[in-house]
Every structure is written in structure tokens, then in C-alpha cells.
């Protein structure tokens, strides 16, 4: 049965649109060809690429590189290890196009803890609902309510590997379910199902001296999403990319006093996927109809013209990704985005945090500024992030993002010879 969204759907249009998209054949025209030219890389599932933590989100969606908390799962599993504290929760909840529907949103759940004094183990769980959405037929009749979600469960472990660095993976399972089972262009549809994993390293030195102010050293690099591809129909002769990440970054915290802190850090980050090819074209003569057609192979297949073919598997996009753009080594530059952040403590209680995040114009143009704060408590924290964008519309702009965390120290043991459940049993014992 064919249908159409209603005016709310258009909002996620794009991204039902992109499951059209995979089970369609290729068609002959530019204007048909959704994403042939653009230089801007496209996936499956990316939401996975969300940051989800509001303290991170106000130094500009870094986390590669910085101090260890339960979004170390997001970031980099491979800082868990070396996290300040014995065992850390947090809850966070990210709108999502809040300026033009109210109801899309990213709510994550993370975790860590330390098993002695070398290994960490994390979970996360991850879940983006797209709202409710009216499907109808050709003639308008209403079909039924959906609420199109996916989400993702993230398991992983970290070791410390010396004094100052550490290791973690993670494996994750991925579920996608845009469609609901509705037919898209004649053909029946399926929840996309994928797994993947993460791999991370980190570095932390807290030994070092800058101005004469004890200074914490850190650097972490990461990949993100490493796994199968996703495919939203039996149809599908290829599934779709899930958007594995590479991250890299650096930077330090230093003690300006014994009340005061501050910490800048600078991360670079790279998709590991194909880079879109410039396929063949030529004019269409007709005078009324001037349209570039691509053209095809014997087999309806786009030529490609430079660049390289991007029906690869998985693993071999990961290295091939640093030498496959059609503009050279100069567009494989222009996929890397650049954040960097600042943040100021008081006193360990109370921060404030600003960063910048940048994109190329050819690969997406995302620039923005981004602010925060926060507040610790005891064990109880809670942070806010706001997104200032200076190009083009942001989903997440004019909209707050909240982390409620927890944090927790090795319970203190009970004194030798006292009352209670942690004494040597000589207290008094109640009758």
C-alpha cells in the first residue's frame, strides 16, 4: 500500500526518505539521485552520533579526551579506567528540532564501574523516538499512528595498561525501526537490525607542573560504530552504512589554586565510510527539459567519473575512507570537523563551560557555538547545555540539554571493633 506523511512528518521525511532511497533501483537524473554530488556524508542510524552528555555538549560535543564519567561510553570506553570516581550514573535528555515539533527527543542512560584497581566495566542504553506520526494513504485516509524509534545497547570493558594510560572496547547492538512495517515504493519493510563495537585509548597524567600550577595532562583517541551494515528491506542488495567515527584529541586541566580549575581541550573527528563519488553525466539537447542525466551501466548502475565505488563492506570503507574523496587529498581535509572547549570549576562544585565546533561548508557546514553549567553536590550532579549555531539551522538549537549524574566513592569501610554491618562483630548485638 503507498502513503504519504502528513505536514508533521515532512520533519523526519529525510530520514524515512533515506529508506526509500536504499530500496529503489537507481534512477537517471541528478534530481533523482539523492546525495550523487553532494559532498556531504550520509548514514544509517545517526543518532548513534548524538552526544548525549550536556557537560560535553557546552565545550562544543567534545569527549574523546576529557576526564572519565559514565558518557565515556559514548565518547571513548577506553577512559573508564581511569575515572576519578569507584562507580558513576547518568541520565540525560537531549530535544530534538524542538523549534519545529515537539515530541522527537534523545534519552540516554549510562554507567560505569571499577573492578579493583585496573579494569572499569560500562553499559549504556540509548533510545531516539521521532514522535508520532500520521501515515495515510494516496486519498488521505488515515492509516494508523506510529511512532518510529531506534536505539542502541552498548556493553564494554576498560583496563589500565600503565600508570598513565589505559584501553577499552565495547560491543553494541543497534535497532532501527523507521517504517513500522509499512511498504516504501511497493516493497515491504523491516526494523534495520546491526551490530558493532568500540575501540579507545586514553592517557591521563596528573604528575605534571605548568607555571608552577599542578597540571592533568590528557589525549584519547577512539573509533566509534565499527560494524555490520543496516538494511531496512530483504530487497536491499546492500545494506547501509552504520557512521563509524574516528576521534583524536588532547589537552590539560590545570589548578590555578586550591579553589579554582580550568581545562581547555582541542579533538578532531573523521567519519570512516565512503566519501560520495562524481558519477558521469551528460546534457539532455531538449530545450524545455535542460537536465544532467547520470549515466548508467548495462546493470542501471551510476558510472562513476572520480572517486571510488562506494558499495564496499564495512571494514575495507574504514581504510579505503582516508583516500576515496573525488577531490583528493584536499577533500579528504575537508572531512574532518574540529571542537574545542573550555571549562572553569569552582571549588569542585560549581562549572561553566563554552566551546566552538566546526564543519566544512562542502561537507555539511554544522558550525556553532556552545554554553554550559553545571553543579556537584555530594554525589549528586547537574549540568545543562545550550547550542548557539552561526550558519544554517541546528536541530538542537534554542534548546536546553540536561545530565543528571551520580557519583560514587568506595564505600568507607566500618571501624574495627564497631557497631554495624561493616564492624568485626564485637559491637553490641541487639536482642
Not at 552498548?154 to 553494541?172: C, E, M, N, R, T
Not at 585509548?201 to 543496516?230: C, E, H, M, Y
Not at 571549588?347 to 566544512?360: I, Q
Request: proline share 5%; charged share 15%.
Amino acid at each position: 500500500m503507498n502513503f504519504k506523511f502528513l505536514s508533521r512528518t515532512l520533519v523526519v521525511a529525510a530520514v524515512v526518505g533515506s529508506v526509500g532511497s536504499s530500496l529503489n533501483a537507481q534512477t537517471v537524473t541528478d534530481d533523482d539521485l539523492s546525495g550523487l554530488g553532494s559532498r556531504t556524508i550520509t548514514t544509517s542510524v545517526p543518532f548513534l552520533m548524538i552526544n548525549p552528555s550536556a557537560r560535553w555538549g557546552s565545550l562544543g560535543d567534545i569527549g574523546v579526551c576529557t576526564e572519565a564519567d559514565a558518557a565515556s561510553m559514548h565518547f571513548n570506553v577506553g577512559k573508564l579506567a581511569l575515572a576519578p570516581k569507584d562507580m558513576s550514573f547518568d541520565v540525560s535528555y537531549s530535544p530534538w528540532l524542538r523549534a519545529l515539533v515537539p515530541d522527537i527527543n534523545l534519552a540516554y542512560l549510562g554507567f560505569y564501574k571499577k573492578i579493583g584497581n585496573r579494569t572499569a566495566v560500562g553499559a549504556s542504553v540509548r533510545y531516539f523516538s521521532l514522535g508520532d506520526i500520521t501515515f495515510t494513504d494516496m486519498a488521505g485516509n488515515t492509516i494508523g499512528n506510529y511512532n518510529p524509534n531506534e536505539f542502541s545497547i552498548d556493553v564494554g570493558a576498560s583496563l589500565k595498561l600503565s600508570q598513565y594510560w589505559s584501553g577499552g572496547i565495547a560491543f553494541k547492538f543497534i535497532y532501527s525501526n523507521l517504517t513500522l512495517g509499512q511498504n516504501v515504493n511497493g516493497q515491504a519493510t523491516n526494523p534495520g537490525l546491526a551490530g558493532g563495537g568500540d575501540l579507545g585509548f586514553f592517557f591521563q597524567n596528573p604528575d605534571k607542573k605548568l607555571f608552577k600550577k599542578p597540571v592533568t595532562w590528557r589525549f584519547g583517541l577512539a573509533i566509534n560504530n565499527i560494524g555490520s551494515k543496516v538494511k531496512y528491506s530483504d530487497a536491499q542488495a546492500n545494506g547501509d552504512f552504520i557512521p563509524t567515527n574516528l576521534r583524536l584529541g588532547g589537552g590539560g586541566q590545570i589548578e590555578l589554586d586550591k579553589f579554582n580549575s580550568l581545562s581547555w581541550h582541542i579533538e578532531v573527528a573523521k567519519l570512516l565510510v565512503p566519501s560520495n563519488p562524481n558519477y558521469l553525466t551528460q546534457r539532455d539537447t531538449n530545450p524545455n527539459n535542460p537536465t544532467d542525466y547520470v549515466i548508467t551501466d548495462a546493470q542501471g548502475n551510476p558510472m562513476i567519473e572520480s572517486g571510488m565505488d562506494p558499495n564496499r563492506n564495512a571494514f575495507t570503507a574504514m581504510f579505503t575512507s582516508f583516500g576515496d574523496s573525488p577531490l583528493g587529498f584536499v577533500g579528504e581535509m575537508s572531512e574532518f570537523t574540529l571542537a574545542t572547549g573550555v571549562e572553569y570549576w569552582y571549588n569542585k562544585l560549581l562549572r561553566v563551560g563554552a566551546g566552538f565546533f566546526y564543519e566544512s561548508p562542502e561537507n555539511g557546514n554544522r558550525q556553532y557555538f556552545t554554553l554550559g553549567a553545571g553543579v556537584r553536590y555530594k554525589v549528586f550532579g547537574l549540568d545543562f547545555s545550550y547550542l548557539i549555531p552561526t550558519t544554517q539551522r541546528n536541530p538542537l538549537e534554542n534548546t536546553l540539554r540536561f545530565t543528571l549524574s551520580f557519583h560514587f566513592d568506595k564505600f568507607a569501610k566500618a571501624k574495627k571493633g564497631g557497631e554495624g554491618e561493616g564492624g568485626s562483630g564485637k559491637g553490641k548485638t541487639n536482642k
